[in-house]
């Protein structure tokens, strides 16, 4: 009778097994397939998002390839290490474009790029991806409003500190009456980039610079 | 299998037995992706791919999976029929898969893959297990279709918005504008507005049942009960 019941299960194991190593063999083949055109995409649409807010012109290395990873910082938001993609003209530091994080949205966390012109101001801002309700605070992404673009140009002192508000407490960005709560947290998630911007600007750039860029970027500095 | 069989397996799964409004299985994904038709649409596809391919993979080998194996076996050749659609999307329709996101690998754990499974790719041959996935997709998508048209039509006035995402940026005029300079109702795109319209769809189907069957019957019979599978104070 035990040994019955021990060949049965014996069996059965055995049985999934041959199924499980069938499984995992067809997932092996697929990823193999599939993992090159994925890796493709991705990259296509980040180098879409890129373009929209860095404008063509202002960089011409491969934007996506030269990357630096940024530590989890209170002034990102962000609680794991993410790229920022780093754009030089003629080996020039000229662009950052760093992934924020606002933890204090409507509906949760709202994802966001932003690209920074070397000299602090701001090409542009979009939204990755947000949870805010539809049709009310959803205006940040620039699918539904023009409203993100108020930010391009804008920089630490311009306007200065108490300026990075939205209009109803005391600051110059607009907002949609019924909705400030998700505007109020894009832009303090942007005014916080803004000042690790300023605080790591050369350690951005020269973390992943060749030497003679490194050496280039302490010779503007000198 | 005869085109009786054929006409049956197709009928059931597309209208007798539909998943959507007489089952009422998987209504989880159902009612989180019907916003927008394309979504929708999508999603359904994405199932009823799944379900085909898993009857056709399930028949073959259904007498050689040990009776009390055959939940975890059937989990894992669906699991893995699941991502192998979802690193196809990925690949090839980047932005869909961005959208329906976490409902791809959810497919997984919709019931009604399971349920057709158990109840009928595990007891028939390939040809009918295939179709019977086959169509019990088919009445999902239109169900799916159907109720992501209303919602999107009452919530944004727009039919295929997000169409581009399927077909490429050429796709954008394709977008029809029911209501020109529409404000949206905010009710219809969120969860309760999926409740609602799931509730008319159903109510709507059975009426078109209980008429069927009083044409059937003449003018004298009564009325009977309809089989909606969703009428418990019939019991």
């Known amino acids: ?24 063999a067809v997932l092996a083949i697929t990823y193999q397939l599939t993992h090159d055109p994925i890796a493709r995409s991705e990259e296509m649409e980040k180098l879409k998002l890129i373009a929209q807010i860095a404008p063509a012109g202002s960089y011409d290395n491969d934007i996506i390839k030269d990357t630096t990873e940024l530590e989890p910082d209170q002034l990102l938001g962000n609680d794991t290490a993410t790229p920022a993609y780093l754009g030089r003209l003629n080996g020039v530091p000229s662009m950052a474009v760093m992934q924020v994080i606002a933890p204090d949205g409507y509906g949760g966390k709202i994802h966001m790029v932003i690209a920074i012109r070397s000299d602090g101001r701001i090409a542009g801002v979009r939204v990755v991806s947000d949870k805010e309700t539809p049709g009310l ?59 690790y911007y300023a605080l790591h600007r050369e350690i951005l750039f020269k973390a992943h610079a060749s030497t003679a860029q490194a050496e280039k970027v302490k010779g503007e500095q000198q | 299998m005869t085109s009786r069989e054929f006409k049956d397996i197709f009928y059931n ?32 596809l994405a199932t009823m791919l799944v379900m085909t391919l898993s009857g056709a993979a399930i028949a073959p080998i259904r007498q050689l999976v040990p009776n009390e194996a055959r939940i975890p076996v059937f989990i894992l ?44 790719a595990s007891k028939n041959p390939v040809l009918e297990s295939a179709l019977d996935g086959f169509a019990m997709g088919l009445g999902l998508t239109a169900v799916l279709a159907v109720l992501g048209g209303i919602r999107e039509i009452f919530g944004h006035g727009t039919l295929l918005s997000g169409i581009d995402m399927v077909f490429g940026e050429t796709a954008k005029s394709w977008v029809v504008t029911v209501v020109p ?55």
Request: some cysteine.
């Open chain 1, 137 to 195: 605070g959803d205006y940040i992404e620039i699918a539904k409003s023009k409203w993100i673009n108020g930010f391009a140009g804008k920089a630490l002192d311009n306007p200065d500190a108490g300026g990075w508000k939205v209009k109803k407490d005391g600051g110059v960005f607009d907002y949609m009456a019924g909705a400030t709560i998700t505007p109020r947290a894009v832009v303090k998630a942007v005014h916080k980039a803004l000042q």
């Open chain 1, 1 to 24: 009778m035990r040994r019955t019941i021990a060949k049965a299960s014996l069996l059965t194991a055995l049985n999934l097994l041959f199924f499980a190593l069938i499984g995992t």
């Open chain 2, 77 to 120: 050749i669906i699991a893995v029929l699941v991502t192998v659609v979802q690193f196809t999307m990925n690949a090839y329709m980047y932005k869909l898969y961005v959208v329906l996101g976490i409902f791809i690998p959810l497919i997984v754990t919709n019931c009604i893959v399971l349920a057709r499974i158990e109840s009928f």
């Open chain 2, 181 to 235: 300079d529409y404000h949206g109702f905010l009710l219809a795109i969120l969860p309760p507005g999926a409740f609602i319209t799931l509730g008319m769809l159903i109510a709507a189907k059975n009426w078109l049942n209980l008429r069927a069957e009083q044409n059937l019957k003449g003018a004298g019979a009564t009325i009977v009960p309809v089989d909606g599978g969703c009428s418990p104070a019939m019991h």
């Open chain 2, 13 to 44: 799964g597309v209208w007798k037995q539909n998943t959507g409004v007489v089952q009422l299985l998987g209504l989880c994904p159902i009612l989180a992706v019907s916003s927008s038709v394309v979504n929708a649409v999508s999603l359904g």
